[in-house]
C-alpha cells in the first residue's frame, strides 16, 4: 500500500472525514471550522465536501456548543465540537462536567460526543493559548480523556472516540500538529481507548508520559542510551482517562526506576495520579523515588525565553534522567 | 419582534356542553391539582425528617407548566425547571414516580441518583435539568436541532426563571437558537424573586420579553397565572413555529406564593405583592374558568379534587413502602458500555 507523510493535523482531519463518510450521524462544528477550515485547518475541506449541515460554524458560544451537543448526543446525533483552543472550554466546564458527565449515570441514557481540543505550549501563545488542562478534564467523572502523540494514533483514535458511547476530551497538542510526521497509509484501524504504547523499550529507567513530552522523552533516552548512561523505556500513555494502569505498572515492573513528564502544571497534574498509582501498586518494585517533571505552578508564559523555561524539554528530561539512573 | 400583550379573552365560541367539553380546561385543572396536592405533600414529608436535602414547590405558578405542557405534541422536547412539576405530570410523569424520585428510591426515574427537582423522562423527551440555572438551555436547543435534522417536527420548550435570565448560558442558548431558526419557546416564568432577590436586582428593562430585540426575534408577555387563555397563546405559537421554525421568548408574569424551598420562610417578600397575587391565584382562576366556561360543574370540580387527593395519597403511601438504592451499586453506571 502506498504511503503518505502525514502531519498530525492532517491525520485528524483524515480521522474526521472517514467519521463523516461513514456515520451520517456524526456531525461537526465549533468556530471558524466550516469553510475557512478551522483555525489550525483541523476540518480543511469537510464543509466542502460535507455539506453545510454536517459541518457548520457557530458564534462564539463554548457553553451553547457543548450544550447543543449534549442535547444532539442524546437524539441519536455523534456531534463532534471544536474548540478553537482549549483554553476557551473552560468558560463552559460545567457543561461537560455537570451535564454530560452526569447524564449516563442519572438517567442511563448515553451522551456520544467528542470534544477536540488543541492544547499545550511552545509556539508563544502566551498564557491564554497555551493551557494544558487534562488534569481538569480527567477529574470529571463520566468523562474520558484521550491525548495522541503520533498521526497514527491521533487518526486511529479519534475514531474510536467518536464511536464511543460517551462524552470524550480529545485533546490535540498544538506543537505536535505539524512538527511530527509519520508515512501513514491510506487505510487503518481504529485503536481502542485505555490502551497505552511502549514506544520505546528499555530496562534502566521508564519515562511515563503523553503528547508533546513524548517526543521530548524519546529524544531524551535517545541521548542517555548513546551516553552509555542506561536504556530507558517512554511509555505513552495516548488515553489518561481510562488509564491503562496494566501497561504503566508493567513498566515500572520492568525498569524499577519511574520520571513522570508532562506539560500541564504541577500541582493536582496527571503526573499526580501517576505517582499515586504507582506508590500504591508498586511501591515494592521501586529502585529510587518516582521523579516528576512538569511545567511550575506559573501561568503559561509568553516570551520565548521564559516558555522554554518554562516547558520541559529534552534536555530537563535528560538530566532528569541521569540524576534518577544514578540514584 | 415586537412585545405583544396577551389579554384573557374568553372564548367566543359556542357554550354548548359538547363543545366546552372540549376544551383544555379541565386538563389543565387536573394537572394543576395533581401539582398542588403533591407537592403540598412532599413538604409534610420534607417538614416530618422523610425527605432528605430539600423541597422546592411551585405554590403559584402551576398554570405555566400545564398550559405549555398541553400545548405540545408527541414530538416536543421539554427541559422543565425548578418550578414546573407540572411539566412533568402534564408530560406524562407519573405521581408516583415524583414521590419515588423525591424519597430518593430506586424505583424513581434517578434510581435514587438525584433527588428533588432533578428528574426527567428522555423517552417521553423531557430532560432532567441539573442545578446550574441556564445549563439546560442550549442542550434542549441541540435536542430539538437534532431532532429536526430527523424528519421530526420537534418544537422545544426551555423553562427558566427571572433569576436565571442574568446567566451567560441564557444569553448564548437564546442567540444560538436564533442563529439557527430553531424552534424553541424560552418560557421564562417571573415570579419577582430569585431566592431573596427581587427582579429589580436581576434586571434593568421593562419587561424581560423586551430583551428579544436584542436577538432578532419575539418575545411575548403573557399572564402565566390563566391556564387557559395561556394555553391557547402557546397552542397558536407552536403551530406557528412548526410552520416556521425560530426561537421566541414567552414571558409569564406569575408570582412565587411560598419560601423559595420549603426551608425558607420568605419574609423578605412584601406582603403586599403576595396579597395582589392571592387574587389572582392560578388554580382559582383555572377553577373558576371550568365553571365559567361550562366544562365542569362545581360538584365535578369537587370530586376531581377528591380524585386527585386520592391518587396522591395512594402514590405516598406505595413510594414510602419502597427500597432505597443498594450502595453496592455506588459506582455502576458512570458510563455507558460499548
Ligand atoms: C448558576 C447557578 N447559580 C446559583 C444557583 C443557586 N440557585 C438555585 S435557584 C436560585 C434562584 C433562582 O431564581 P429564578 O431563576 O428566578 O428561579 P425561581 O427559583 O424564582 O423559580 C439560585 C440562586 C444555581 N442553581 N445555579
Ligand atoms: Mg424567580
Redesign the interface.
Known amino acids: 500500500m502506498p504511503l503518505a507523510e502525514t502531519t498530525l493535523v492532517e491525520a485528524i482531519n483524515q480521522g474526521l472525514r472517514r467519521l463523516l463518510r461513514e456515520r451520517p450521524e456524526v456531525v461537526l462544528f465549533g468556530e471558524d471550522i466550516g469553510a475557512f477550515g478551522g483555525a489550525f485547518k483541523a476540518t480543511l475541506g469537510l464543509q466542502q465536501e460535507f455539506g453545510e449541515a454536517r459541518v457548520f460554524d457557530t458564534p462564539i458560544c463554548e457553553s451553547a456548543i457543548f450544550g447543543a451537543a449534549i442535547g444532539m448526543a442524546t437524539q441519536g446525533l455523534r456531534p463532534i465540537v471544536e474548540l478553537q483552543f482549549v483554553d476557551f472550554g473552560m468558560t463552559a466546564v460545567h457543561q461537560l462536567l455537570n451535564n454530560a458527565g452526569t447524564m449516563h449515570y442519572r438517567t442511563g441514557v448515553a451522551v456520544p460526543m467528542t470534544v477536540r481540543a488543541p492544547c499545550g505550549g511552545g509556539i508563544c501563545g502566551g498564557p491564554f493559548h497555551s493551557e494544558e488542562l487534562e488534569a481538569f478534564f480527567c477529574h470529571m467523572p463520566g468523562v474520558k480523556v484521550v491525548y495522541p502523540a503520533f498521526p497514527a494514533d491521533a487518526r486511529a483514535l479519534l475514531v474510536s472516540a467518536a464511536l464511543d458511547p460517551n462524552p470524550v476530551i480529545f485533546l490535540e497538542n498544538k506543537y505536535l500538529y505539524r512538527h511530527v510526521k509519520e508515512w501513514l497509509p491510506a487505510d487503518w484501524e481504529p485503536i481502542p481507548l485505555g490502551v497505552a504504547q511502549v514506544c520505546r523499550p528499555g530496562s534502566d529507567a521508564v519515562v511515563l508520559t503523553y503528547g508533546a513530552m513524548v517526543h521530548e522523552a524519546l529524544r531524551a533516552a535517545e541521548q542517555v542510551e548513546q551516553e552509555g548512561a542506561g536504556t530507558v523505556m517512554v511509555l505513552d500513555l495516548r488515553t489518561l482517562k481510562p488509564l491503562d494502569a496494566d501497561a504503566v505498572l508493567a513498566a515500572v515492573a520492568a525498569t524499577n526506576r519511574v520520571l513522570i513528564v508532562h506539560e500541564g502544571w504541577r500541582t493536582g497534574g496527571f503526573g499526580a495520579e501517576l505517582a499515586a498509582l504507582v506508590a500504591e501498586r508498586a511501591f515494592h518494585l521501586l529502585d529510587a523515588p518516582v521523579v516528576r517533571l512538569t511545567a511550575p505552578d506559573v501561568p503559561v508564559p509568553f516570551a520565548p525565553e521564559l516558555e522554554r523555561a518554562y516547558r520541559p524539554g529534552a534536555d530537563t528530561i535528560h538530566a532528569a534522567l541521569l540524576e534518577l539512573l544514578d540514584y | 419582534m415586537s412585545r405583544k400583550q396577551t389579554k384573557a379573552t374568553p372564548p367566543a365560541a359556542a357554550r354548548s356542553r359538547s363543545a366546552q367539553a372540549a376544551l383544555p380546561g379541565s386538563t389543565l385543572l387536573r394537572c394543576m391539582l395533581l401539582t398542588q396536592l403533591t407537592e403540598e405533600r412532599l413538604v409534610r414529608l420534607y417538614h416530618q425528617g422523610r425527605i432528605s436535602g430539600g423541597v422546592y414547590i411551585s405554590r403559584g405558578q402551576e398554570a405555566i407548566g400545564a398550559a405549555t405542557a398541553a400545548a405540545g405534541g408527541p414530538d416536543d422536547l421539554y427541559a422543565p425547571l425548578i418550578r414546573d412539576m407540572s411539566v412533568h405530570i402534564g408530560r406524562g410523569e407519573p405521581v408516583l414516580d415524583i414521590f419515588r424520585h423525591c424519597l430518593g428510591r430506586v424505583t424513581g426515574?434517578?434510581k435514587g441518583?438525584?433527588g428533588n427537582v432533578?428528574y426527567?423522562c428522555?423517552a417521553r423527551g423531557v430532560?432532567?435539568m441539573?442545578?446550574?440555572l441556564g445549563?439546560?438551555?442550549?442542550?434542549?436547543?441541540?435536542?430539538?436541532?437534532?431532532?429536526r435534522?430527523?424528519g421530526r417536527p420537534a418544537v422545544g420548550f426551555a423553562y427558566l426563571g427571572d433569576g436565571a435570565t442574568s446567566t451567560?448560558?441564557f444569553h448564548?442558548?437564546v442567540?444560538?437558537a436564533a442563529?439557527f431558526d430553531v424552534p424553541v419557546i424560552f418560557v421564562i416564568e417571573n415570579n419577582q424573586f430569585a431566592y431573596s432577590t427581587p427582579i429589580t436586582r436581576q434586571f434593568r428593562c421593562r419587561n424581560l420579553a423586551d430583551r428579544a430585540v436584542g436577538y432578532g426575534i419575539e418575545g411575548l408577555a403573557a399572564d402565566g397565572n390563566e391556564a387557559v387563555d395561556l394555553y391557547r397563546l402557546v397552542r397558536g405559537l407552536v403551530d406557528q413555529l412548526r410552520a416556521r421554525p425560530r426561537p421566541v421568548l414567552l414571558v409569564c408574569d406569575t408570582m412565587r406564593m411560598r419560601g423559595h424551598g420549603a426551608h425558607d420562610d420568605f419574609s423578605y417578600v412584601p406582603r403586599d405583592l403576595l396579597e395582589r397575587f392571592t387574587a389572582r391565584d392560578p388554580l382559582d382562576l383555572a377553577r373558576a374558568r371550568v365553571i365559567a366556561d361550562g366544562a365542569l360543574t362545581a360538584a365535578e370540580v369537587a370530586r376531581l379534587e377528591q380524585v386527585c387527593q386520592a391518587e396522591v395519597d395512594a402514590a405516598c403511601q406505595q413510594a414510602l413502602a419502597e427500597p432505597p438504592p443498594d450502595p453496592a451499586t455506588l459506582t455502576e453506571?458512570?458510563?455507558?458500555?460499548?
Open positions: 426515574p434517578m441518583r438525584d432533578h426527567g428522555l430532560y432532567p441539573i442545578s446550574h445549563a439546560m438551555l442550549p442542550v434542549v436547543t441541540g435536542a430539538v436541532m437534532a431532532r435534522r430527523q451567560g448560558d448564548e442558548a442567540n444560538f442563529v453506571g458512570v458510563y455507558a458500555a460499548g
